[in-house]
């Protein structure tokens, strides 16, 4: 499966059941109470052994899965499972060492509760609802989560999360290329030359038109603004007005872009013609949305950015202002006081102008 197509984090990949720490007693009570008849079959096993069955009991019913690290499992799930089996309080679970009776709790588990093991005809029966749910246009990541509650619902130890993932892009690669194909169909021969040069280096640039639609934008500066401006007339400029988007589901538009955004020029020409031109169309309908955005957004910044300077430039040509007012204001006083002062049999003449001005 190419890595571009996985969907799933490492993290979910490693840790199917994610074992919360931080629950209420309620979830607790929901999730982790043994029914009389699961007593009784516990109580079926040597004391040792009791709470270790009970979780592993409760897991597969929980999540469909038997947990890998019990030592991981909250103290008050624990306190709680040695309430009810009567058992002295714990902070750890005796495992089985022995691998023959690991594995045959494991078993007589999946029989107490009625769950079969994921083979050739669980995974049969798994491909033949995925293909059904890929139809009607779910998304790989969802149908991951469906497929999970399908398996659990009908009573079928869930396999590891890469083996679903598998299944799932599988799946979906398989039903997308009928839709690849319709999609294909509706491009006119100028619209596929338009995808074409995009996909290529022109002459007297590093990269292919593709990869500068993927940038993401730079800072709001007029010089970008006219560049950024100059891609979004571009992509404009293939011809995708003419195609009929109401033919694509808006979550798989999104979807399709997201993942062409994930290959480069190369991988691109490597696909067959429906998938390349179905993932370029796509990408270049929700491409022109996102440039857009990201126009209105620079526009909006670079306004902030100029309306800031002249606010800075005014208040600084402000306090200038002022520190001069300030001091003809104080010149104007000083004299003022000065001539207030002056004797009145002394006339003034022009050559006291320098002693009542202080200088």
């Known amino acids: 499966m190419p890595s571009e197509e996985n969907f799933l984090t490492s993290r979910k990949r490693n840790q199917p059941i994610n074992l919360a720490q931080d629950f209420s007693d309620e979830e607790m009570a929901r999730d982790w109470t043994l029914s009389e008849d699961d007593i009784q079959e516990v109580r079926k096993y040597r004391k040792d052994y009791r709470l270790f069955f009970s979780i592993q009991l409760c897991a597969i019913r929980l999540y469909g899965r038997f947990i890998g690290d019990i030592h991981d499992l909250s103290p008050r799930i624990l306190n709680y499972l040695n309430q009810q089996l009567e058992l002295p309080p714990s902070l750890s679970v005796q495992v089985p060492e022995r691998e023959a009776t690991y594995l045959k709790h494991r078993l007589r588990i999946l029989n107490f509760l009625g769950f079969q093991k994921y083979d050739e005809a669980a995974q049969s029966k798994l491909e033949n609802w995925l293909e059904q749910q890929a139809i009607q246009g779910q998304l790989p990541n969802e149908l991951f989560h469906r497929a999970e509650r399908f398996l659990l619902t009908h009573q079928i130890v869930l396999p590891g999360p890469s083996v679903i993932e598998r ?193």
């Open 167 to 359: 299944l799932v892009v599988s799946v979906c690669a398989s039903t997308h290329s009928k839709f690849f194909e319709s999609i294909y169909k509706k491009l006119s021969p100028q619209l596929r030359q338009s995808i074409d040069r995009l996909l290529t280096v022109s002459e007297g640039e590093q990269r292919s038109l593709f990869y500068q639609l993927k940038e993401y934008p730079p800072s709001a500066k007029i010089s970008s603004l006219k560049d950024y401006l100059q891609r979004y007339r571009s992509l404009s400029e293939t011809g995708i007005d003419e195609f009929d988007i109401q033919m694509i589901d808006p979550e798989f538009l999104t979807y399709l872009f997201k993942l062409a955004k994930r290959y480069s020029s190369r991988d691109m020409k490597r696909f067959q013609e429906h998938k390349r031109y179905a993932l370029m169309i796509c990408f270049l309908l929700e491409s022109r949305k996102v440039f857009l955005d990201h126009l209105v957004k620079m526009h909006e910044q670079y306004m902030m950015e100029i309306s800031r300077e002249t606010k800075n430039s005014y208040e600084k040509k402000h306090r200038e202002f002022r520190k001069r007012q300030k001091k003809a204001i104080d010149i104007v006083l000083k004299t003022t006081t000065k001539l207030l002062k002056w004797p009145d049999d002394q006339p003034i003449y022009k050559n006291h102008s320098g002693m009542i001005l202080g200088n």
